[in-house]
């Protein structure tokens, strides 16, 4: 396949068929021209008869390879079927079109299927000349993943290429229509790992899609359409799919919460895992459902996750509610200082100073609510602080500006008392006048 | 008294002593002034200056209030001038640290937005009330004139003042006003280019405006409204054709009172077609209307004190909704209406066209109102001004109704 490539492929594909296979766009013309080959006058000649005569029996079909070729990324660059499958594609009569002498090959066993796009995909040479980012790894990633080591075991029920990326009507991955663009990946995924009958074969739950459509993540990326929320390949990768391993949990969670990781790194908490060969994120937070966490995990209470290891009276124990207290302290004093800040806005007067106070103080609750991952009161505590100070300076400024409002309409109603009175004197003055 | 052998008169209480004292002294202090400037003609002037007693005396007061309103501006402009600082940088922080630091410095820039508005609704109700009531008829023409030049550099203040603030409102609304001036045929991309200082509204903007709102605008509105108050001390106020034939009552003495004519109450016509004494009575009554306004505005900036905004970000996309301030809304609501091309000439163009051409005709009333330059009362002049006052209030009303439920 490789030694036809982009010259002779673009010498079977007719003008005419162009025009009459409408999957054929105008790109194909450029990209015919940007490698080098034959002019368009000498393409003119040459017919594809597999297009041809698959098209003809597959128009009932909507799925089809000839149907869906219109949005296939390889026809859009000008690859025919005799690039995938062999044969001869100038060829008439089907059976010297379909002859293995001529390099037929067909339909890929399905264990093949990796190995059959891994001729042209794990080919740098060959793959710059269409996409040069594209990376060509794959294959040797998918020979490491889960799906890669079962199929080499001869365990047919494995995904291959083809159980994410379509066979024939193939889209970039940036394609909204693609099962590979970001929201759709859990989909995707979900299309094998929420089978009951599959998963059983292999012991494997299949909660997994609905405890992610829960999480946190989930709800960001397919009910916001936050494409920057993580999906099922940005923790288990996408061609090299398979378990986190327990220490390697952290570094996956890293890949975004990166100060947290830092934290918790240089926390007691590492050692301590590690020791007892604990995932470190999961532990507190889990995997798929992963939840927006609370205040009341950190603590001594009834919810908080601390108590669950450290004793009461222990230094663990003591330290989760030292922290827990000096974020309930930011906490209610933010919460004073916004009402009366939100107060003196609601009644006209300029509060710009006292709400970036207020914004001050929620940027170091949420820094101090990181800092947690310290699991030292020491490191936590002077940042509550801090953000206590600025939420004490908003609610002053608050209560300042109110009792300006005050004052204003004190000293409004004292002034207007003032004019009523020049006013009633200046009209008893006329009357005197006038009498 | 001792010569005419009488007894002399028993010396003066201590506070009566006092009085004549100091009558006295301001006796002297006005001899100092007559002895050496001609001030005789002006006292004589304001002694036996007479303002009409009709039922439409109560529309003189507006010119007063105008006045006033005027010096509220004034006054606090200048107040504001000690912090602000005219630069893209430092305009907004600067109106911020008015309203947040200095002391009292939010009524004085409340005081000065709110007396921005009401200084020209007051001159539009001076303007319709001259217009209805046909002051402009000769010898007065020239006055009305005035009086409109005056109008318009009043809204040119607010179009100026408007972006001093430089908020992200000002900033929109000054772009859309300066691209409307962009379009007048021949001197538009001039005009524009001149007030922006530059191709678009920026910082260049914001110092050319700041020099017309303090320096430029204001000369000319000294000029135009000494000559306009001269020339009103010089003509007297017009009486309306309407009360031409009520009965004429003398003009009370002006240390007596007006008598009858003008006893209904402070700005009460009364009966009859007299006259008052300029001073004190009628005086007195603008002092009396002035001071009602001083506490209207003060109500105003202390219960809906001036917002700031957002300080403006020239590249953000413009907000959905702009509107410049409700004095221009009727002639924005014009233009939005006008199809885009009228007898092949572009919509826009014929509606800044027409809106000129309204400026202009309103400028020549005295001349254009035939039958009022002979005494007369034409039904025509008086319905077209009813209908333009219609159209004004009604395209405002609508431009105001659709940025409600935007």
């Given at each position: 396949m490789k030694k036809s490539g982009p010259r002779l492929f673009f010498l079977r594909i007719t003008a005419r068929k162009i025009d009459a296979v409408p999957?054929?766009?105008?790109?194909f013309f450029l990209v015919a021209i940007a490698v080098g080959s034959t002019p368009p006058a000498v393409a003119v000649?040459?017919?594809?008869t597999c297009v041809e005569c698959h098209q003809a029996f597959e128009l009932?079909?909507?799925?089809?390879p000839t149907q869906v070729m219109g949005h296939d990324v390889h026809a859009q660059r000008g690859l025919s079927c005799a690039d995938c499958h062999?044969?001869?594609?100038?060829?008439?009569?089907q059976e010297r079109a379909m002859d293995p002498a001529k390099g037929f090959i067909g339909r890929p066993a399905r264990h093949e299927i990796p190995q059959f796009c891994a001729?042209?995909?794990?080919e740098p040479a060959y793959m710059r000349k269409y996409?040069?980012?594209?990376?060509?790894d794959q294959y040797a990633k998918y020979l490491t993943s889960q799906h890669g080591k079962r199929i080499a075991q001869g365990d047919p029920d494995v995904a291959v290429?083809?159980?994410?990326?379509?066979?024939?009507g193939i889209r970039g991955k940036?394609?909204?229509?693609?099962?590979?663009?970001a929201t759709n990946i859990p989909g995707t995924c979900a299309t094998?790992?929420?089978d009951a009958a599959l998963m059983e074969r292999h012991g494997l739950p299949v909660t997994q899609h609905w405890d992610y459509s829960q999480s946190v993540h989930g709800q960001a990326l397919l009910?916001?359409?936050?494409?920057a929320a993580p999906h099922c390949a940005s923790c288990h990768?996408?061609?090299?799919?398979a378990r986190p391993g327990v220490i390697a949990i952290g570094n996956v969670c890293a890949q975004c919460h990166g100060l947290t990781r830092d934290l918790f790194a240089k926390s007691p908490h590492k050692a301590a895992h590690e020791a007892l060969g604990l995932p470190e994120c999961e532990v507190?937070?889990?995997?798929?459902?992963?939840?927006?966490?609370?205040?009341?995990?950190?603590?001594?209470?009834?919810?908080?996750?601390?108590?669950t290891c450290h004793e009461a009276g222990s230094p663990g124990f003591a330290t989760a509610q030292r922290m827990r207290e000096a974020i309930e302290r930011l906490k209610a004093e933010l919460t004073r200082a916004e009402t009366t800040v939100t107060r003196a806005a609601q009644l006209g007067m300029d509060v710009g100073e006292a709400q970036f106070e207020v914004h001050e103080a929620q940027a170091k609750l949420t820094q101090a609510r990181t800092y947690v991952?310290?699991?030292s009161a020491q490191t936590l505590t002077p940042i509550a602080d801090e953000g206590l100070r600025h939420a004490q300076q908003a609610g002053a400024q608050g209560y300042e500006a109110i009792k300006a409002f005050q004052f204003r309409r004190q000293g409004l109603w004292a002034t207007l008392l003032i004019i009523t009175l020049l006013a009633v004197g200046l009209w008893l003055k006329i009357r005197d006048l006038e009498r | 008294m001792e010569r005419l052998g009488l007894p002399a008169a028993p010396p003066p209480p201590p506070e009566r002593r006092e009085a004549t004292k100091g009558a006295a002294q301001a006796g002297r202090l006005g001899a100092f002034f007559r002895q050496r400037y001609p001030l005789g003609g002006l006292a004589d002037l304001l002694a036996h200056k007479t303002v009409p007693v009709h039922?439409?005396?109560?529309?003189?007061y507006w010119g007063g209030v105008t006045l006033a309103l005027i010096g509220i501006q004034l006054a606090s402009g200048v107040l504001l001038l000690l912090y602000?600082?005219?630069?893209?940088?430092g305009a907004f922080e600067s109106i911020r640290f008015i309203m947040t630091?200095?002391?009292f410095g939010w009524l004085v820039r409340s005081v000065h937005a709110w007396a921005a508005n009401l200084v020209i609704l007051s001159a539009m109700i001076h303007l319709a009330s001259t217009f209805f009531l046909k002051a402009y008829r000769p010898p007065r023409e020239l006055t009305w004139v005035s009086g409109v030049l005056l109008f318009f550099l009043l809204m040119g203040f607010g179009f100026t003042g408007y972006?001093?603030?430089?908020n992200t409102l000002a900033f929109f609304a000054t772009k859309v006003g300066t691209e409307i001036a962009g379009t007048?045929?021949?001197?538009g991309p001039i005009l524009r280019t001149f007030l922006c200082?530059?191709?678009?509204?920026g910082d260049a903007t914001l110092s050319r405006f700041f020099w017309l709102h303090i320096a430029v605008l204001p000369a000319g509105l000294l000029v135009l409204a000494g000559l306009h108050v001269l020339m009103i001390q010089l003509q007297g106020m017009s009486r309306p054709l309407s009360s031409m034939g009520e009965r004429s009552t003398p003009p009370p003495a002006a240390s007596a009172g007006g008598g009858s004519?003008?006893?209904?109450?402070?700005?009460g016509p009364a009966a009859g077609g007299g006259a008052m004494p300029f001073f004190p009575n009628f005086f007195l009554r603008d002092l009396l209307a002035w001071s009602l306004m001083l506490g209207l505005v003060l109500c105003l900036s202390v219960y809906w004190p001036a917002t700031l905004g957002e300080k403006a970000d020239p590249f953000a996309p413009t907000p959905a909704g702009i509107q410049p301030e409700w004095y221009f809304l009727w002639m924005f609501q014009t233009l939005k209406l006008f199809?885009?091309?009228v007898l092949g000439i572009e919509g826009e163009l014929v509606a800044i066209g027409l809106t000129g051409l309204a400026g202009v005709v309103l400028l020549v009333v005295p001349w254009l109102d035939r039958p009022a330059r002979h005494g007369r009362s034409s039904w025509l002049v008086r319905l077209l001004g009813i209908a333009g006052l219609a159209y004004v209030a009604g395209m405002t009303g609508v431009a105001l109704w659709l940025g409600a439920h935007h």
């Open positions: 999957f054929f766009p105008a790109p000649e040459q017919p594809d009932a079909s909507p799925s089809a062999g044969g001869d594609p100038t060829a008439a009569e001729r042209c995909h794990a996409n040069p980012n594209l990376p060509t290429c083809t159980s994410c990326h379509d066979a024939h940036h394609d909204p229509q693609s099962p590979v663009f094998c790992h929420t009910f916001r359409g936050d494409r990768g996408a061609h090299e799919a507190c937070h889990g995997n798929h459902l992963i939840q927006r966490p609370t205040d009341e995990m950190l603590g001594t209470g009834p919810q908080a996750l601390c108590a991952h310290s699991f | 039922r439409h005396t109560v529309w003189y602000y600082r005219p630069s893209a940088d630091r200095v002391e972006l001093l603030p430089w007048v045929p021949g001197i200082g530059g191709s678009d509204v004519a003008h006893s209904a109450g402070p700005f199809p885009g091309h």
